[in-house]
């Protein structure tokens, strides 16, 4: 059973216009969020991060908002540009102190200069 | 600093055979853990270490075996390859008590079982 997906396996956008990037979560005991971002033939790498006691983070061009009644968050990127191009992946834990993340299947994002 | 770094970055194995990946990592972080990924799949997590001396099966821990040597050092052993194993495997490391949680990946290691 999949806890974490991204429905969405890819996502085109225009260089400059916003990309939304979402991910929804069946595990209500999840309540640290992460975004990570993946190059062809290299390992992920961190984004941003959002708290289950926040609804909204903000970081540059990236934000994270997160809606816990919808068990839904998703990646705002604005202005996107085309090195945006990358899988990006949702990932979620539960409780303080816990060591598991899960990810989600990941979403294909190529932004067109 | 080198971060995560995992060995080999690729490998060719036959049904049967065995192998180990290696990671280490320098950052002095409590917790690591080792992922594939393979198309559709997303990263799926095999074992994990929450500290030295330590592990814990993952989602998709069947036909892996883990070692944590000591605080720098996690390896992942295939006892007998089977081609379900083919994937790229990433070793990643987190500091515990860290508030953001990162983790920190390495580059991969692309294996194919024939």
Not at chain 2, 10 to 22: A, D, R
Not at chain 2, 66 to 73: A, D, F, G, I, P
């Amino acid at each position: 059973d999949q806890q974490v997906k991204q429905n969405s396996p890819s996502l085109s956008v225009q260089e400059g216009r916003i990309s939304i990037l979402n991910c929804d979560y069946t595990n209500s005991m999840f309540d640290y969020f992460l975004w990570y971002k993946k190059y062809p033939a290299e390992g992920p790498t961190f984004l941003i991060s959002i708290s289950s006691i926040k609804d909204k983070n903000e970081d540059g061009r990236f934000t994270v908002f997160l809606n816990k009644s919808a068990k839904h968050l998703s990646l705002h990127i604005v202005p996107s540009q085309p090195g945006d191009s990358a899988v990006y992946f949702c990932a979620a834990s539960a409780g303080a102190g816990t060591y598991k993340y899960i990810f989600g299947t990941g979403t294909r994002l190529k932004v067109l200069a | 600093n080198a971060g995560v770094t995992q060995t080999p970055k690729f490998q060719v194995l036959k049904t049967g055979q065995s192998m180990t990946l290696q990671c280490a990592q320098d950052m002095n972080h409590n917790s690591m853990y080792w992922y594939r990924q393979d198309p559709g799949m997303g990263l799926r997590l095999i074992y994990y270490s929450a500290s030295e001396g330590t592990t814990d099966k993952g989602e998709v821990p069947n036909g892996y075996n883990v070692s944590r040597l000591n605080k720098r050092e996690f390896s992942l052993r295939l006892e007998s390859a089977a081609p379900s194993q083919t994937s790229v495997y990433f070793c990643a490391s987190r500091e515990q008590g860290q508030n953001t949680g990162e983790l920190f990946f390495g580059e991969g290691s692309r294996l194919t079982v024939l």
